[in-house]
């Protein structure tokens, strides 16, 4: 089981750019999604969050300009972002809340990040 994030690369300031986390392997269910982020020297942060039934949670600093959004058929998650900032500059990181079987609790997975950089 494990979780593949995708979609980093260099950007323009103002430009977009849509992230991809695909869970992959026997999973039961899927509970909540997120990203997460981190710059240099800097703690990680979380960006957005979606619950399964869609329910969305955003950074004060990315309001407006990221939308989380999930296909549930696919087990996967997205991050679409728009008018990029240099300041939004770091690894992302998707995680996810799995459950493997019937009569497991739900645990945390990690992606295993994909690098934005915003610069011109």
């Known amino acids: 089981v494990q979780l593949q994030a995708s979609g980093g690369g260099l950007v323009q300031p103002g430009g977009s750019l849509r992230l991809s986390c695909a869970a992959s392997?026997?999973?039961?269910?899927?509970?909540?999604m997120g990203w997460h982020r981190q710059a240099p020297g800097k703690q990680r942060e979380l960006v957005a969050t979606?619950?399964?039934?869609?329910?969305?949670n955003y950074a004060d600093s990315v309001k407006d300009r990221f939308t989380i959004s999930r296909d549930n058929a696919k087990n996967t998650a997205y991050l679409q972002m728009n008018s990029l900032k240099p300041e939004d500059t770091a690894v992302y990181y998707c995680?996810?809340?799995?459950?493997?079987?019937?009569?497991?609790?739900?645990?945390?997975?990690w992606g295993q990040g994909t690098l934005v950089t915003v610069s011109s």
């Open positions: 979606i619950t399964s039934g869609g329910s969305t």
């Open positions: 392997g026997s999973i039961f269910s899927i509970d909540a």
């Open positions: 995680s996810g809340g799995l459950k493997l079987n019937y009569y497991s609790a739900y645990r945390i997975y």
